[in-house]
């Protein structure tokens, strides 16, 4: 079997345990050729020889982090302790994926995103901007994570489902369906969020996709109001990132 890549003695500035690769053939999916330089790595094990998996730029693989299948890494992200990139899977600009933390299928983690502990991301799930997502949580099938939210416990993120703004979802709560959450917004405990709703802030109100806006009072009556124009704005707006990406 021919070498995809080997190990030149270039290293990094900040970590002299790492070395920068070099492609030995080209690699047509992401556009490399032979004698490309790639990015750094601690080990052969931190990449596979086999596949189409590559690391750019400056981007980090160490410890007894792998990237394997058809995965790329790039820009300055940080992949290291037991975390697994394979599959499809891109992570990029300054994401750090750690411990014992997955990313595969076609799922996307980049920005200052974070993935650690347990946690997986994998489907078609996008995770960017300060996202936290760690212990054991999952995100999964067409879901996004962004903002400074964060999904830990045993949390799960799926469906069509989104997560942003400074929200917390943890313990055993999930979003699925179409519903989105946002705002300071904190679901725990076994809450299934469902449906085409979006969670606002801790008023745990509810925006309808006619425009209009529910929340629960002290008595769990039911309260009906219009939605103002700003909430309905940045869901569409949010939606429409999504969709672009």
Known sequence: MKRKYEITDIQPPDNPKLFRIRALRDITKYNIKAGDLGGYIEKESNLSQTDDCWIRM????????????????????????????????????????????????????????????????????????????????????????????????????????????????????????????????ILNEEMLICGKCIIINTTSQIYYADGVTACFDENKELIVNRTSPDVEFEHHKMLAMLKLL
């Open 58 to 185: 400056d981007a980090q693989v160490f410890g007894n982090a792998r990237v394997y299948g058809d995965a790329v890494v790039f820009g300055d992200a940080h992949i290291f302790g037991n975390a697994q990139i394979y599959g499809t899977g891109r992570v990029f600009d300054n994401a750090q994926i750690y411990d014992n933390a997955r990313v595969f299928d076609h799922a996307q983690v980049y920005g200052n995103a974070q993935v650690y502990g347990n946690a997986q991301a994998f489907g078609d799930a996008l995770l960017y901007c300060n996202a936290q997502v760690l212990d054991n949580a999952r995100i999964y099938g067409i879901s996004g994570v962004t903002g400074n939210a964060r999904i830990y416990g045993e949390a799960k993120v799926h469906g069509r489902g989104c997560v942003y703004g400074g929200a917390q979802v943890y313990a055993y709560a999930q979003v699925c369906g179409d519903a989105w959450v946002t705002g300071d917004t």
